[in-house]
């Protein structure tokens, strides 16, 4: 587990340490390739497999921070369930040949990546410059805390989120059904 | 203040998130195609995630509030995904083309 306090000196290459901290960056380069992969790739099935790594990456990091069960549902859910359901919707819908000419200006790209690192940069800088409040922590956030709060304090959105679920799954199979022509 | 011990430093996970987030917002504004958006935005929720794990690990005081809002965003992104695809689904079967500059029917 991963100690709460900040270290102060530089651990060692090869110590306990160290060797966490080349993983956090392990983590960090799959996260930001993946990501990079699913929005820039020209094929979508290209764009599915980069967001599959994506996922890995931030359930990697999800560890980090202290919370293995919140890393397990990301693996389940998104690398599981999501991926798979867009790489479905793409086999089912995606035409292969590409389109050769294209009405889009030629502008989109640079001027969407610029507005894209603005917002990116801004942040960073939002983030840097803030100085964060430190509260002491009053319980340890372990999966039996997560279980007990859920089934106490977020009863009433525990509920609802398991409502807009089935709304969700009836709505899709109302919607994506094949209309008979009359 | 190593390269080490980044993983025990509020910045580099706020870093990290942002640049997920500039990327979803780079992919909604490049890709043609409806589930191009889609994975895009699959990845700016991603980085909205990573912001409310990094302040429930070091700047919250109560570590389970965070991880169930994660939790609660995980649900919301599969229905999205789930109701979006279907979309898609239904809109080739209309058009035959999933590409957003050729389903204009409603353009003004």
Redesign the interface.
């Given at each position: 587990m991963i100690s709460s306090t900040p270290l102060t000196t530089a651990p060692a290459l090869f110590s306990v340490d160290g060797l966490v901290g080349i993983i956090f960056l392990v983590m960090i380069a799959v996260t930001i390739i993946g990501g990079f992969i699913a929005c820039s790739s020209e094929r979508l099935v290209r764009a599915v497999a980069g967001l599959i790594v994506c996922f890995v990456g931030v359930a990697g990091l999800y560890y980090f921070l202290n919370s293995p069960f919140v890393a397990m549902m990301q693996v389940l859910i998104y690398v599981g369930a999501v991926a798979v359901t867009i790489s479905f919707a793409i086999m089912l819908a995606a035409p292969e040949e590409q389109k050769e000419i294209s009405t889009s200006s030629p502008l989109v790209g640079p001027l969407g990546f610029a507005t894209a690192a603005l917002i990116a940069g801004g942040f960073s800088i939002l983030a840097i410059k803030t100085e964060w409040p430190v509260m002491a922590k009053i319980n340890d956030g372990s999966v039996k805390k997560i279980g007990i709060q859920l089934l106490t304090d977020f009863s009433m959105v525990f509920e609802l989120i398991s409502i807009v679920l089935l709304i969700a799954i009836i709505g899709a199979l109302v919607i994506a059904r094949v209309r008979r022509e009359n | 203040?190593?390269?080490?011990?980044?993983?025990?430093?509020?910045?580099?996970?706020?870093?990290?998130?942002?640049?997920?987030?500039?990327?979803?917002?780079?992919?909604i504004?490049?890709r043609?195609?409806f589930?191009?958006m889609?994975?895009?935005a699959?990845?700016l929720l991603?980085g909205a995630?990573?912001n409310f794990?990094?302040?429930?690990?070091?700047?919250?005081?109560?570590?389970?509030?965070g991880?169930?809002f994660?939790?609660?965003i995980?649900?919301?992104?599969?229905?999205?995904?789930?109701?979006g695809?279907?979309?898609?689904?239904?809109v080739?079967?209309h058009y035959k083309?999933?590409?957003a500059?050729d389903t204009v029917q409603l353009k003004g």
């Amino acid at each position: 587990m991963i100690s709460s306090t900040p270290l102060t000196t530089a651990p060692a290459l090869f110590s306990v340490d160290g060797l966490v901290g080349i993983i956090f960056l392990v983590m960090i380069a799959v996260t930001i390739i993946g990501g990079f992969i699913a929005c820039s790739s020209e094929r979508l099935v290209r764009a599915v497999a980069g967001l599959i790594v994506c996922f890995v990456g931030v359930a990697g990091l999800y560890y980090f921070l202290n919370s293995p069960f919140v890393a397990m549902m990301q693996v389940l859910i998104y690398v599981g369930a999501v991926a798979v359901t867009i790489s479905f919707a793409i086999m089912l819908a995606a035409p292969e040949e590409q389109k050769e000419i294209s009405t889009s200006s030629p502008l989109v790209g640079p001027l969407g990546f610029a507005t894209a690192a603005l917002i990116a940069g801004g942040f960073s800088i939002l983030a840097i410059k803030t100085e964060w409040p430190v509260m002491a922590k009053i319980n340890d956030g372990s999966v039996k805390k997560i279980g007990i709060q859920l089934l106490t304090d977020f009863s009433m959105v525990f509920e609802l989120i398991s409502i807009v679920l089935l709304i969700a799954i009836i709505g899709a199979l109302v919607i994506a059904r094949v209309r008979r022509e009359n | 203040m190593s390269v080490l011990t980044l993983y025990n430093d509020l910045n580099s996970f706020l870093i990290l998130g942002a640049i997920l987030f500039g990327m979803g917002v780079y992919g909604i504004v490049s890709r043609k195609t409806f589930i191009g958006m889609l994975i895009a935005a699959e990845l700016l929720l991603a980085g909205a995630s990573i912001n409310f794990m990094a302040f429930n690990r070091f700047s919250a005081p109560d570590p389970v509030v965070g991880q169930i809002f994660t939790l609660f965003i995980m649900a919301i992104a599969a229905a999205e995904a789930a109701i979006g695809l279907s979309i898609v689904i239904a809109v080739y079967h209309h058009y035959k083309s999933i590409d957003a500059e050729d389903t204009v029917q409603l353009k003004g």
